[in-house]
């Protein structure tokens, strides 16, 4: 859902198909490690948000922590998983980690160029959670 949406909305402000596929693909992996590593928010959820802004997006997942922070593997070429951050900061123009007293945030900003006029005429997606 969270990467349909996200893709909806740089659709509609006119990003490039492009950037809209490494978008979704960087939440997906964001979100994946959440799911796999984390624990949940209070009330046994995750959050994704996303905002537009002057030819970038940022994404952002948060949970509510894990024992170890999130770190790229730089996995082997035979290892089954462990690419997840790897793809992410090489997507992103950069990328990090926030904690707070509710969890833990991983987001990243990667360019949004536009590709074709915004479909209702606006340049600008609000923030979404």
Not at 7 to 21: E, N, Q, V, W
Not at 29 to 50: T, Y
């Amino acid at each position: 859902m969270a990467r349909e949406r996200l893709a909806a909305d740089l659709l509609a402000a006119g990003i490039f198909d492009g950037a809209i596929g490494d978008a979704v693909l960087v939440v997906s992996e964001l979100l994946s490690n959440a799911i796999r590593h984390a624990r949940p928010l209070p009330g046994s959820s995750l959050q994704v948000a996303w905002a537009v802004d002057d030819g970038a997006v940022e994404v952002a997942v948060s949970d509510g922590g894990a024992p170890t922070r999130p770190m790229p593997a730089h996995a082997t070429t035979s290892a089954l998983g462990g690419r997840g951050l790897d793809i992410v900061e090489f997507l992103a123009r950069a990328w990090g980690v926030r904690t707070d007293d509710a969890g833990l945030t991983v987001w990243a900003v990667l360019a949004a160029p536009a590709g074709r006029r915004p479909a209702d005429g606006g340049a600008e997606v609000p923030v979404h959670t």
